[in-house]
């Protein structure tokens, strides 16, 4: 297998929709950066389709490879985080593994690396473009696996503020770049006649697009059944389409509502241009997933934000005037005011959003390349 000059990285090839986009836009973002280099993509599945979706053959690299490469890029996302709960003797081993510091551990587990002949994937430079960094549980192995990797960036462009926040209590000292998310350089995935466009007069049955998943993570249909009575009563008012960002872990919930239409991302089978202008159909979206709102944004359409995770949040915060956010339990009358309220945003309003974080994205952008070419 020929070694690649760049490998991308992040949550790549395992057919997320939100995920795709991160990793087109990295692949555009490795382009401008080294024009005519040899691009790999990380990934543990064995799916052909990221090739079709950029336009390119790109090279696979499964896990454990040990090569050194001249530039790693992690695209967007957040996967520096744990909120499982972990037994005590975990959070024994790792109070004691951590007793003296975070860049002790890491100098110490580097250092064990090389004894045994085992390094990580290197690269002469690693960037990160719009990374999430959340939380770890005590306890959380997932910790003491990111800590070293965030030691060797070069250059990190975290996607808000609280990521910021978030590294600093980690004790890992990075030169850090607040920006926004990746996906909001919307050109580089979003068709020009599908951005931002303007939204509709409003029908008498507006057309929601319900983008939900498993809730908590392999628990099924758990959530859907729980939600399926505000379900039933949106049905009353509003023409409701299941949307599936990621059908393999969507799967409880796409079995729990088979009694209404579904639009699911199959990017063997799709595409990209196809899919969004299924979801520019609606006229508003009920998203537990962050890229729901951001790309429904993008198109030009609200957002009302199921707050599952503290993520979803945070991308209330990118987009306050283009969203509205409610608590997963809450009741019909409560989402059913908010998806009205939001229909009333006016298209200003959304473009002033994406704008300001697309603006935000490229600033962060800019300087990360200003860094790799001083």
């Given at each position: 297998?020929?070694?690649?000059?760049?490998?991308?990285?992040?949550?790549?090839?395992?057919?997320?929709?939100?995920?795709?986009?991160?990793?087109?836009?990295?692949?555009?973002?490795?382009?401008?950066?080294?024009?005519?280099?040899?691009?790999?993509?990380?990934?543990?599945?064995?799916?052909?389709?990221?090739?079709?979706?950029?336009?390119?053959d790109v090279i696979p690299i499964p896990f454990g490879t040990r090569?050194?490469?001249?530039?790693?890029?992690?695209?967007?996302?957040?996967?520096?985080?744990?909120?499982?709960?972990?037994?005590?003797?975990?959070?024994?081993?790792?109070?004691?593994?951590?007793?003296?510091?975070?860049?002790?551990?890491?100098?110490?587990?580097?250092?064990?690396?090389?004894?045994?002949?085992?390094?990580?994937?290197?690269?002469?430079?690693?960037?990160?473009?719009?990374?999430?960094?959340?939380?770890?549980?005590?306890?959380?192995?997932?910790?003491?696996?990111?800590?070293?990797?965030?030691?060797?960036?070069?250059?990190?462009?975290?996607?808000?503020?609280?990521?910021?926040?978030?590294?600093?209590?980690?004790?890992?000292?990075?030169?850090?770049?607040?920006?926004?998310?990746?996906?909001?350089?919307?050109?580089?995935?979003?068709?020009?006649?599908?951005?931002?466009?303007?939204?509709?007069?409003?029908?008498?049955?507006?057309?929601?697009?319900?983008?939900?998943?498993?809730?908590?993570?392999?628990?099924?249909?758990?959530f859907a059944d729980a939600f399926r009575p505000v379900m039933e009563?949106?049905?009353?008012?509003?023409d409701l389409t299941l949307v599936s960002f990621d059908p393999a872990?969507?799967?409880?919930?796409?079995?729990?509502?088979?009694?209404?239409?579904?639009?699911?991302?199959?990017?063997?089978?799709?595409?990209?241009?196809?899919?969004?202008?299924?979801?520019?159909?609606?006229?508003?979206?009920?998203?537990?997933?962050?890229?729901?709102?951001?790309?429904?944004?993008?198109?030009?359409?609200?957002?009302?934000?199921?707050?599952?995770?503290?993520?979803?949040?945070?991308?209330?915060?990118?987009?306050?005037?283009?969203?509205?956010?409610?608590?997963?339990?809450?009741?019909?009358?409560?989402?059913?005011?908010?998806?009205?309220?939001?229909?009333?945003?006016?298209?200003?309003?959304?473009?002033?959003?994406?704008?300001?974080?697309?603006?935000?994205?490229?600033?962060?952008?800019?300087?990360?390349?200003?860094?790799?070419?001083?």
């Amino acid at each position: 297998m020929k070694k690649p000059e760049v490998v991308l990285v992040g949550y790549y090839g395992r057919g997320n929709f939100g995920d795709d986009i991160l990793m087109i836009t990295a692949h555009k973002v490795a382009r401008k950066v080294l024009p005519g280099s040899t691009i790999g993509i990380r990934s543990s599945a064995d799916r052909p389709y990221p090739a079709r979706l950029i336009g390119e053959d790109v090279i696979p690299i499964p896990f454990g490879t040990r090569d050194r490469h001249r530039l790693i890029v992690h695209g967007g996302g957040g996967t520096f985080f744990d909120f499982s709960p972990h037994p005590v003797p975990a959070r024994i081993i790792n109070v004691a593994l951590l007793a003296g510091g975070a860049r002790s551990f890491v100098m110490a587990e580097n250092t064990l690396r090389s004894l045994v002949k085992k390094p990580r994937m290197s690269a002469y430079s690693r960037i990160g473009l719009g990374i999430g960094i959340g939380t770890f549980t005590p306890g959380s192995r997932k910790l003491l696996a990111a800590l070293p990797l965030l030691s060797e960036f070069d250059h990190l462009w975290v996607r808000d503020l609280g990521s910021k926040e978030n590294l600093a209590k980690l004790s890992v000292a990075l030169p850090v770049i607040v920006g926004s998310d990746l996906a909001f350089l919307l050109e580089d995935w979003c068709p020009p006649e599908l951005t931002l466009q303007p939204q509709r007069s409003r029908p008498a049955r507006p057309r929601v697009g319900v983008i939900l998943r498993d809730w908590p993570p392999g628990s099924g249909a758990c959530f859907a059944d729980a939600f399926r009575p505000v379900m039933e009563a949106l049905s009353v008012n509003y023409d409701l389409t299941l949307v599936s960002f990621d059908p393999a872990t969507d799967i409880g919930t796409l079995c729990a509502f088979p009694d209404y239409p579904q639009l699911v991302w199959q990017p063997e089978s799709m595409e990209l241009r196809e899919f969004l202008t299924f979801l520019s159909e609606h006229d508003v979206f009920l998203t537990s997933r962050a890229h729901g709102a951001i790309c429904g944004a993008c198109l030009g359409r609200p957002s009302v934000i199921l707050e599952i995770e503290p993520k979803l949040a945070a991308v209330h915060a990118m987009l306050p005037a283009a969203t509205r956010i409610a608590l997963p339990h809450s009741d019909a009358k409560t989402i059913s005011r908010q998806i009205d309220e939001a229909l009333c945003i006016s298209t200003g309003c959304l473009m002033r959003d994406v704008i300001h974080n697309r603006e935000l994205s490229e600033k962060a952008l800019n300087t990360i390349i200003r860094g790799l070419n001083p």
